[in-house]
């Protein structure tokens, strides 16, 4: 997420200026094949900020990103929240629009879709 409170919610240390940094100092000492990931139905995350997200991260103009949806995974702190009533994530509707949404973006910044969560550019 290029989202601060979000990241800060979710417990990241980074913050999205860290991102910008860190993709300008690779870009510096020649680093030319790089990837992002975006985690999208994170808690109280709605479409328009996960879209907001993924406009920063295709700005970036980077030769390859992956999206994933957040999976709860047993024996961590987000699963035993959800089990506790305590987490408030987006629906499967909305989940399924974050999803069709990256999908399409990708596609209108020409890059092609390879797998399920993968995205680059042509060749």
Do not use: C
Not at 11 to 29: E, K, L, M, P, T
Not at 35 to 43: A, E, G, K, Q, T
Not at 46 to 75: C, G, N, R, V, W
Not at 82 to 108: C, T, W
């Amino acid at each position: 997420s290029f989202n601060d409170d979000i990241l800060k919610k979710i417990g990241r240390i980074h913050r999205s200026a860290d991102v910008y940094r860190a993709i300008a100092n690779a870009r510096q000492v020649g680093f030319e094949n790089i990837s992002i990931d975006l985690i999208f139905r994170l808690p109280q995350q709605s479409e328009a900020d996960f879209m907001d997200s993924l406009k920063q991260a295709i700005d970036l103009d980077l030769p390859h990103y992956s999206t994933y949806s957040l999976i709860l995974e047993k024996k961590t702190i987000f699963y035993n929240l959800m089990r506790q009533g305590k987490l408030r994530l987006p629906s499967q509707d909305v989940e399924a629009h974050m999803y069709q949404n990256a999908i399409d973006s990708f596609q209108q910044a020409d890059l092609e879709q390879y797998e399920i969560s993968n995205f680059a550019k042509p060749g």
